[in-house]
């Protein structure tokens, strides 16, 4: 069983900054893709940011340039820095990984960007 953990979410105002980690444990032998997924209430589940094991990155185009992704492969941990954030960016951030067609996720974490 592979369980992932986050943790860093919270309220932030409009410009302000965030820093989610994910935490992986169990049965790991290696994640392909690590990432960052939201869902705002009544929205359907997105895609934020995604990093595969050789660190190629993808962004949902409305992060580019504010959020940042990074994965540590030796501590099955992915991390997401985000800066800039704005009110639309409000949701529950869950994390994300892909062992061979395995998909796994976490519980998630709020993000209320409020002033």
């Known amino acids: 069983q592979v369980l992932l953990k986050e943790s860093g979410g919270g309220l932030v105002q409009p410009g302000g900054s965030l820093r989610l980690s994910c935490a992986a444990s169990g049965s790991i032998f290696k994640f392909n893709a690590m990432g960052w997924y939201r869902q705002a209430p009544d929205k359907a589940r997105e895609l934020v940011a995604t990093v595969t094991s050789d660190g190629t990155t993808n962004y949902a185009y409305s992060v580019k340039g504010r959020f940042t992704i990074s994965r540590d492969n030796a501590k099955h941990t992915v991390s997401l820095q985000m800066n800039n954030l704005k009110t639309d960016d409000t949701a529950v951030y869950l994390c994300?990984?892909?062992?061979?067609?395995?998909?796994?996720w976490g519980q998630g974490t709020q993000v209320t960007v409020s002033s």
């Open positions: 994300y990984g892909r062992i061979f067609a395995n998909d796994y």
